[in-house]
């Protein structure tokens, strides 16, 4: 693996792709750098990789710049801003980019508020700008940005129209003209409207039309023409693009960040299933409540973030800044509304789109490795994820014994399986929803969802008990490795269920002797699967039983410790396979699983190399797409997986708990 070189200097690393706002499944802009394309070099992308049109130019002294994007504007001449620096932080993305005497600051925010579901849910991005002198004398700098209407669709030959709102905020408000609720195209709604937003000052100016017009017209002359294009029109002809510009006046200090925001609103976002196959119109929580962003919250996150990580280490404070938006970024925070129309803040969703691999709708085991992010963030937001798994499965729809995979093959449509057809994994998913459901409880006190849902936890560890010690042939959370009879990594995950069923029904007040009974299953499995599971020489674990040439990533044990039960011995740990692949089928491996097995580790050289490994491949400049967990390591090429929220288990070696 090689480490890109770049012209400009980045803290912590230069990744290879930047978040530029990332809010929700299809509020998803990305910087694809790669090895090293500057801010102006490249078009900001859709995590997919197509393009969604951004664009930003600076006039210093009546020359113009380029600083976002790479437009071709003809009859107009402009320069490219040369890049200086890149950051990022687990809530922000900065450039500085200088443009002649005058250096420009680029921000873009995508909060993170974990705690207050309002603003969580608000599917908005804020892009920051500010501009000072760097020779001390005064210059005259105007800024200008537009967004085009790639935004709205995956569909560039359809049909959008649009409206402009000029009060205290100037609004572009973009859609298509035919709306298909609940639809995706490449992975994008067909619904709901994008805008683009700035505070309407004296020094404001604001167009909308074709994009080598709205462009040239601020490159020529520091300011848009305050007219509207109405001509409705397919997406790619004449490319309609919404431009905002301000007036700096003169700068010499560095000037207040004028704000851009971005965002796509859908209205509902989620369709999901309830009793009888009906379906619930469900929608963003933000509707409830309106609020405003305040930045420092978010610098003060970015703070505790980096000062809890970098005490494992400076590569692990790197990794976890470049996972928190991707994790987050692909959930929704939806409710209902009640029978008069008023909406109903006492039943809160979450629901997550299985980004890139599958597109599911809350996928039981890409919840469960992004887990640790909602553990350390706001624990009630995993409360909220399992509570639609729960809430479905308890109508008595779904008609198999073991937890169900997804609440849907095609986000945003939480339709359930009611035919039971859904991706099997049997083990996995039901020891996921017990560990996570004692992990909740755990960690707040609340027991009253594992109250609830006691029959639903209690009819999965029977399932357990049954076919965990001795796995039949299946597929795993790695199902792109293929089925497999056995597995040592799986049975581990049944084991700490049967155990994780004891502990709960111990703190909802339950029988002692059913207690009694999981813990003592637990634990003469644990002294069974020892010798099931080690090699004939002893020295480590294998990836099936009986097969000592094999072996694999237990990273399953992450479990029993995060949930201190203590079940499986210390000498199972010192058993661990030092070498990176995921097991000894393939030479790929899972970031996520790298870092869970180093939170197991209490030989720090040993973790350390395994999150240093993390950090590298992010970091090799090998790839332009957002960050991804699953990669060769002979050469540090991806598979495939991009974007996709279980890098939020790359929390875990700060998971409360550990």
Request: glycine share 8%.
């Amino acid at each position: 693996m090689v480490t890109s070189a770049v012209s400009w200097t980045a803290t912590p690393f230069n990744p290879a792709s930047f978040p530029l706002a990332v809010r929700s499944p299809y509020l998803s802009a990305w910087l694809a750098q790669g090895s090293g394309a500057a801010l102006n070099d490249v078009w900001p992308t859709f995590w997919t990789g197509q393009i969604v049109g951004w664009a930003g130019f600076a006039k210093v002294d009546g020359k113009p710049f380029s600083f976002l994007g790479d437009p071709n504007v003809p009859g107009a001449v402009f320069t490219k801003a040369v890049q200086k620096s890149s950051t990022f932080t687990s809530t922000q993305s900065t450039f500085v980019l200088s443009t002649g005497p005058v250096d420009l600051t680029v921000t873009f925010l995508s909060p993170v508020e974990p705690t207050d579901l309002v603003k969580q849910s608000i599917p908005f991005a804020y892009m920051t700008v500010s501009a000072a002198s760097t020779d001390g004398s005064s210059h005259s700098v105007q800024v200008y940005s537009d967004i085009s209407a790639e935004w709205v669709s995956g569909d560039n030959s359809l049909t959008v129209n649009w409206t402009t709102i000029a009060g205290n905020i100037v609004t572009h408000q973009v859609q298509l003209a035919r709306q298909i609720p609940f639809t995706e195209v490449n992975d994008h709604t067909q619904y709901g409207s994008a805008f683009y937003s700035t505070m309407n000052t004296i020094n404001t100016t604001f167009q909308s039309g074709a994009d080598v017009v709205v462009r040239a017209q601020f490159i020529n002359n520091g300011r848009l023409a305050n007219t509207l294009d109405t001509n409705f029109r397919a997406i790619q002809d004449s490319w309609p693009v919404f431009g905002l510009s301000h007036d700096l006046g003169s700068v010499i200090s560095a000037t207040d960040p004028v704000v851009f925001s971005v965002g796509h609103i859908r209205e509902p976002a989620l369709q999901y299933i309830i009793a009888n196959g009906a379906t619930q119109p469900r929608s963003l929580y933000f509707w409830s409540q309106f609020s405003s962003l305040l930045t420092c919250r978010a610098q003060a996150f970015d703070s505790k973030v980096a000062n809890d990580a970098n005490k494992i280490s400076a590569d692990y404070a790197s990794v976890v800044a470049l996972s928190i938006r991707q994790a987050l970024g692909a959930t929704e925070i939806t409710l209902s509304k009640n029978a008069d129309g008023s909406f109903n803040t006492n039943d809160v969703i979450v629901f997550m789109k299985e980004i890139s691999s599958d597109g599911n709708v809350n996928t039981v085991d890409v919840i469960f490795p992004a887990w640790p992010v909602l553990l350390y963030t706001n624990p009630a937001l995993g409360k909220f994820l399992l509570e639609g798994l729960f809430r479905y499965q308890a109508t008595g729809q779904y008609p198999n014994k073991w937890s169900v995979h997804d609440l849907g093959p095609r986000y945003p449509n939480a339709t359930g399986h009611n035919d039971g057809q859904d991706e099997a994994m049997p083990v996995e998913e039901s020891g996921n929803m017990v560990i996570m459901a004692l992990s909740y409880a755990q960690k707040t006190g609340d027991n009253s969802q594992i109250q609830q849902y006691l029959a639903l936890l209690n009819q999965w560890t029977q399932f357990l008990i049954t076919d965990s010690l001795i796995p039949a042939n299946q597929i795993s959370t790695d199902d792109f490795a293929g089925s497999l009879a056995n597995q040592t990594n799986l049975a581990i995950k049944g084991i700490i269920g049967i155990k994780a069923m004891s502990e709960i029904n111990r703190l909802v007040g339950g029988n002692s002797a059913t207690t009694a009974n999981y813990s003592t299953i637990a634990s003469n499995f644990v002294s069974q699967w020892q010798t099931l599971s080690a090699s004939s020489s002893g020295q480590h674990l294998t990836l099936s039983y009986g097969d000592s040439a094999s072996w694999g990533l237990s990273y399953n044990l992450f479990a029993d410790k995060l949930l201190k039960l203590n079940l499986f011995p210390a000498s199972v740990y010192t058993m661990q396979p030092f070498g990176v692949p995921l097991d000894t089928r393939h030479t790929y491996t899972k970031s996520d699983w790298e870092i869970w097995t180093a939170a197991i580790m209490s030989d720090t050289t040993a973790r350390d190399l395994f999150i240093s490994a993390v950090k590298k491949w992010a970091s090799d400049g090998l790839s332009s797409q957002p960050l991804g967990d699953w990669y060769e390591t002979t050469n540090g090429q991806p598979e495939g997986f991009r974007a996709r929220p279980v890098v939020g288990g790359h929390l875990g070696t700060c998971a409360p708990g550990r």
